[in-house]
């Protein structure tokens, strides 16, 4: 709970959404790099089966933000790799009862009872997308950040909301890095 109220709090006062360690990656510049590619994740089972559409729609829109300030993807010897982290989680919205509008329990013998409780309103899930950039070939971190957004359950909101990710990160990158 104190993270998610630190995580509104400081997205509330920047100019982006994105979630970056203070102080940690000041000397970072996309401009020093001419060449990208993704990461290579070798997973033991079927964990990215469900979000692999995802994942490839995340790529191709990083692709683009990262050919349109000059770098080129290419798979052999990139000099910045990009690892994607995506986390979906199911969430429930919550909120107290009130004495003015929920009843009162019964439990016999003419006695009534009202009790404080949490009531579920709502129910959705929360998607995190980290990004990392990885110098190559040292494979030093070299900059990651987070942003986090309720998943739409439309599919076709699904797209504009990775789009808006993807412009939320490239917008601090521009902001931060020059």
Not at 111 to 126: G, I
Request: hydrophobic letters at 35%.
């Amino acid at each position: 709970m104190i993270l998610s109220f630190l995580l509104a709090f400081l997205s509330s006062c920047a100019p982006t959404r994105v979630v970056v360690e203070q102080n940690k990656y000041e000397d970072f510049k996309l401009s020093n790099y001419s060449t990208f590619d993704f990461a290579q994740i070798d997973t033991p089972n079927d964990s990215l089966v469900p979000y692999q559409q995802i994942v490839d729609l995340l790529k191709e829109k990083i692709t683009v933000s990262m050919e349109s300030r000059g770098l080129k993807r290419v798979s052999t010897d990139p000099s910045l790799k990009i690892n994607l982290g995506l986390v979906v989680t199911n969430k429930v919205q919550q909120r107290h009862n009130n004495v003015s509008s929920d009843p009162y329990t019964y439990s016999g013998q003419r006695s009534y009872y009202w009790e404080v409780r949490e009531l579920p309103v709502n129910s959705y899930r929360e998607g995190s997308l980290t990004v990392h950039f990885i110098a190559s070939p040292s494979n030093v971190l070299v900059w990651a950040g987070m942003i986090s957004e309720v998943v739409p359950k439309k599919e076709e909101e699904k797209l504009a909301a990775i789009q808006d990710a993807v412009d939320q990160v490239f917008k601090y990158l521009d902001l931060n890095n020059k």
